[in-house]
Each structure stands twice: as C-alpha cells, then as structure tokens.
C-alpha cells in the first residue's frame, strides 16, 4: 500500500511569490492535513479537509490556504511568501470515520526555502 | 486549549541504557495520545498510540509508553536503547473526533555506540 506522497520534495521561491504543495494521501483515507515544521516553532497544525471540506484551521494568516479535490488528493496556497515561511510543510492523512479513532500517517513533506 | 510538554530537549544515553522520555499534556475532553518518531531524514512514524484501554501500551521497536490519567502523562520508555534509536520523539495528542494533532516540542535522543 503506497503510503503520503508528497510533492515536490523541495521547492526554493523568492520573497513576495506563491508557492502550491501537494499531497496524495493513501488509498481510502480521506481525512487530510497539514503542518508546519521549523526548528523554533515545531510542528504547527496549519488546517485538516475531509470530503473536501476544511473542518479544522490553526492559526496562520490568510495566506496559507489549501483545498482537497473529491479524490480526497490535497493542495496548500502559500501566496506573498515571506522568509519566515520556510520550513517543513508535512501533510498526514488517516482513515477517519467519525466512528473509530484513529492514527495519522505522514508523508515526506516539502520542505520550501523562501530567499 | 491543548498543549504538549516534553521537558527533555536533548538526551544522550549509551548503549544498551534505558530510556524514558517525559510527556505531559493539557486537555480538556477525552484524549488520544501518540509517540512519533522522526529519524533523519525520514518522515514521522508512529511509535505507538493509546486510544483507551489497557493503559500500558506496547509499540514497535520495543518501545512501551504508560497513560497515568491523574498526572496527564504519557512517557515513553524503552529497556535497553540501540545507536539506531537516533532520532527525534514527539508526543502528541488530540481527542473528541477531532484529527487535529497538538505536538509537543519533540525530544533529540542521541545514542552513543
């Protein structure tokens, strides 16, 4: 069973432009999300889609946005890139039901460099 | 609002000690717990997860972690470390339906062969 598929692996962008990450989760599970992971602030909960709709967002400003498409397959908008939005974007998807807990998985991340 | 406390932000052990890592937790519902491990270069993987139950709950790796619910805790031990136990440890926590992860700040445990 293929496990998060994240691409690309790195990205480098300048200042002021915008950046799109994606995410395929494994095969059924249609619960997505994402964090952010810096050496300062650790792993940072940035939002969770499930059947494309954004359930939960943590708090980052607007410019950080993202949508799931009705594979459950996931996208996050960074725009005006700032230097401080380098880091590690980690996406994690699970089996959720509503029924059942359950275990996120990760993927590889992305790690983006903002110069 | 949920917070994660791990108190050791770097551990150096030798071979063959033993390890215990400290988690502590804020939450307000019923709560899942996890361990993650990040080892270089890799992604997180899960240690092990409490969901309820048996409070001593066993992982892979021959890790082990007990939930003691009256000190909001949930510590990660293994008896005897190896060097390829390198890595970075997160404990994490989230409950009530919700897949939202809160994660501690993570612990680096350096072992020494």
């Known amino acids: 069973k293929a496990g998060v598929t994240q691409t690309p692996r790195y990205l480098i962008k300048t200042r002021g432009q915008q950046v799109t990450l994606s995410c395929s989760p494994i095969?059924?599970?249609?619960?997505v999300s994402w964090y952010q992971q810096t050496p300062g602030q650790g792993l940072q909960f940035l939002f969770e889609?499930?059947?494309?709709?954004?359930?939960n967002k943590g708090n980052f400003p607007g410019r950080f946005s993202g949508r799931q498409f009705s594979n459950s397959r996931s996208e996050m908008n960074v725009s005006t890139l700032e230097l401080g939005d380098s880091a590690l974007y980690l996406c994690a998807s699970s089996l959720w039901t509503g029924i059942m807990n359950t275990e996120a998985f990760f993927g590889q991340g992305t790690r983006l460099t903002v110069v | 609002a949920q917070s994660v406390s791990q108190h050791n932000h770097h551990v150096i052990l030798s071979e063959a000690a033993s390890l215990e890592l400290g988690c502590n937790y804020s939450?307000?519902?019923?709560?899942?717990l996890f361990w993650y491990v990040q080892y270089p270069g890799q992604h997180l993987q899960l240690l092990l997860k409490y969901f309820s139950g048996d409070p001593l709950v066993k992982g892979i790796k021959g890790f082990e972690a007990e939930f003691i619910k009256s000190k909001f805790s949930f510590n990660l031990r293994k008896p005897s470390v190896q060097w390829s136990d390198t890595a970075e440890y997160f404990c994490a926590v989230n409950g009530d339906g919700n897949e939202k992860l809160t994660f501690g700040t993570g612990t680096r445990l350096t072992i020494i062969p």
């Open positions: 095969s059924g599970h249609r619960s």
């Open positions: 889609y499930f059947s494309e709709t954004q359930r």
């Open positions: 939450y307000g519902g019923t709560v899942n």
